[in-house]
């Protein structure tokens, strides 16, 4: 058997030479009969995929989100999206920037959806990337509702969520047979007190199950004072993991009592999520550096 030695390549050109294999499917998928009505008549040739990014390392892409991005006419691009994701993009393809990020400027979920559906009219094959998994506080239930009200085919690819990503990046599980048995996750985007969760049931259950809070960096001292008022123990651990699985992750570790007043002048801006739990309390010593080695076999 002949023997490959290692080669160093850039993340975009590793998936570049997946293109020969990849596009000997794209034949299948025009003369699927998937594409014709009953009566015969072509459904619109534009078609959408909303596609999840991971957490923010880049090569926690999937290997088909890679392909779609590759083969795209327009990439619509949250804020949470790694720029080197982008870099996968033909030369031709239109990349626009949609994101949304708290407090600054950003486009309307009606514009994005709007957008969306006008590019796929014009026959354009259009991936709507978004940071993490989709099916995951990522709005995309409203996407779908927009692009079948206009009979645009659409397909979801599933994402890496930053849970997942922060878990195996801190080595810090989110369920563990000594601690805790389930996981929820909780957006922490709260408009007013009647979107708040039900701090009691979550205090109540805190030794036996894991809690994850998106979108909650800013609120950080306003879910600990919640969890207190609920009954939970002080001391019970809770943790924040900005920009998980990044180079430049930051991961504090506390209680609830002390978590905000740890991370104050931090200068922790996110993305970030806050982790409630036993579990916090335990981590395996992952070895970052293993997963920073580019060196692939090809």
Same mark, same amino acid.
């Given at each position: 058997? *002949? ?6 390549? *850039? ?24 594409? &014709? ?7 619109? *040739? ?67 959806? &709007? ?8 026959? *354009? ?17 409203? &996407?779908?509702?927009?692009?079948? &009200? ?15 990503? !922060? ?5 810090? !599980? ?10 929820q996750y909780i957006t922490a985007r709260f408009q007013n007190e009647a979107d708040e969760p039900n701090w009691q049931h979550i205090a109540a259950h805190a030794e ?91």
């Amino acid at each position: 058997m *002949k023997a490959f030695s290692p080669a160093r390549v *850039k993340f975009s050109q590793f998936f570049s030479g997946l293109d020969g294999l990849l596009s000997k499917l794209t034949p299948l998928l025009k003369n699927s009969k998937g594409l &014709e009505s009953d009566k015969g008549q072509s459904i619109p *040739k534009g078609k959408v995929f909303i596609v999840g990014a991971g957490p923010g390392d880049p090569e926690l892409l999937t290997l088909k989100a890679a392909r779609l991005i590759q083969n795209a006419d327009v990439i619509l691009y949250d804020a949470l999206v790694n720029d080197e994701i982008l870099k996968l993009a033909q030369k031709t393809a239109l990349c626009q920037y949609v994101g949304k990020r708290a407090g600054q400027h950003s486009m309307r979920q009606k514009n994005i959806s &709007e957008l969306m559906v006008a590019h796929a009219l014009e026959g *354009k094959s259009v991936v709507r990337v978004k940071g993490g998994d989709p099916g995951l506080f990522a709005r995309s239930a409203e &996407e779908c509702i927009k692009l079948a &009200e206009k009979n645009i085919p659409f397909a979801i690819v599933p994402g890496i969520t930053a849970a997942s990503g !922060m878990s195996a990046y801190t080595g810090i !599980m989110l369920t563990d047979r000594d601690y805790a048995q389930s996981v929820q996750y909780i957006t922490a985007r709260f408009q007013n007190e009647a979107d708040e969760p039900n701090w009691q049931h979550i205090a109540a259950h805190a030794e036996t199950q894991t809690t994850v809070f998106y979108m909650g960096v800013q609120r950080l001292s306003l879910i600990s004072e919640r969890l207190l008022e609920a009954g939970i123990a002080p001391d019970m651990p809770m943790l924040l993991c900005e920009k998980a699985s990044q180079k430049e992750q930051k991961l504090i570790v506390s209680t609830v009592s002390s978590l905000a007043e740890k991370v104050a002048g931090k200068n922790i801006t996110g993305p970030g999520l806050i982790v409630l739990g036993r579990t916090c309390q335990r981590r395996h010593n992952v070895e970052q550096a293993l997963m920073e080695n580019h060196d692939l076999y090809l």
